[in-house]
Nanobody
Framework: QVQVVESGGGWVQPGGSLRLSCAASGSEYSIYVMGWYRQAAGKQRELVAD???????NYAYAVKGRFTISRDNAKNAVYLQMNSLQPEDTAVYFC?????????WGQGTQVTVSS
């Protein structure tokens, strides 16, 4: 069983930055894909970015050029650096792990962008 725990998030003014962190524990082998999803109020959960163990990244169009995903394979950790945040980035952000075709999710962390 893999446990996923996020940290970071909070409130920031438009144009500001935040960094999310996520650590996965309980995996015996390397985790193939780690990433971040978000869910705004009244909307479906959507992919923000993900990264494979080899470093290949994938970003949603809405965050390209503003967000950067990275990971530390030795720590089974993934990070999301969010710059130039806008009100439309307000959502609950979830860490996602794909391990042997099984999905694991963190509990979510709120990101609020407002003036």
């Amino acid at each position: 069983q893999v446990q996923v725990v996020e940290s970071g998030g909070g409130w920031v003014q438009p144009g500001g930055s935040l960094r999310l962190s996520c650590a996965a524990s309980g995996s015996e082998y390397s985790i193939y894909v780690m990433g971040w999803y978000r869910q705004a109020a009244g909307k479906q959960r959507e992919l923000v970015a993900d990264i494979q163990s080899g470093g290949t990244t994938n970003y949603a169009y809405a965050v390209k050029g503003r967000f950067t995903i990275s990971r530390d394979n030795a720590k089974n950790a993934v990070y999301l650096q969010m710059n130039s945040l806008q009100p439309e980035d307000t959502a609950v952000y979830f860490c996602h792990v794909l391990y042997f075709q099984v999905e694991y999710w963190g509990q979510g962390t709120q990101v609020t962008v407002s003036s």
